[in-house]
């Protein structure tokens, strides 16, 4: 079924909205055709937890409510849902960290990279610049730390290792 004329010159999905162009005017649709009175400036993106939506706005992110309304204070350049009510976000200085939905910092921004385990409840905060690599559980406490630490995800655990030593977990 069709969801729009084919009447414009460039037609683009960003997130949750259809942004079009004809001309030089610029209209924004939700995914049923419906205009929408956003700033084509902005796109949103829906997350896992339907509480929580992220707005990216001249390449800042902020964190909005199911009602579209921002609350977070400061804007990230870069931010993704963890889970629950937990965000990977990057800050002005290009440090990475993790925040809940009120902004409080649970794991410092001073990693260059978090990344979910895959398949796992943990997640990897890796510094590039010192090499040192640490594990938090579900419940994001750290878990273990190690230098050039390598990861291998086996069906029930997660084997860590470097050069010197090698530690498993169990994957909760």
Not at 71 to 96: H, M, P, R, V
């Amino acid at each position: 079924s069709e969801i729009l004329k084919a009447e414009y010159d460039e037609v683009q999905i960003e997130g949750i909205y259809i942004y079009t162009k004809k001309g030089e005017e610029t209209k924004v649709f939700d995914k049923s055709g419906k205009e929408v009175d956003i700033d084509s400036n902005k796109a949103i993106e829906a997350t896992q937890n339907s509480k929580y939506y992220i707005e990216k706005e001249n390449n800042t992110y902020n964190i909005l409510n199911e009602q579209f309304e921002k609350i977070s204070k400061t804007g990230y350049s870069y931010l993704e849902l963890l889970f629950d009510k937990y965000f990977i976000a990057t800050n002005e200085q290009g440090k990475t960290g993790v925040i809940d939905s009120e902004e409080n910092i649970i794991i410092e921004f001073k990693y260059s990279m978090i990344q979910v385990i895959t398949s796992k409840n943990a997640v990897q905060a890796i510094d590039f610049d010192t090499g040192e690599v640490e594990i938090y559980n579900n419940k994001l406490e750290k878990t273990i730390g190690m230098k050039d630490m390598s990861i291998l995800n086996v069906n029930k655990y997660i084997k860590v290792y470097n050069e010197e030593e090698e530690k498993y977990l169990h994957e909760d």
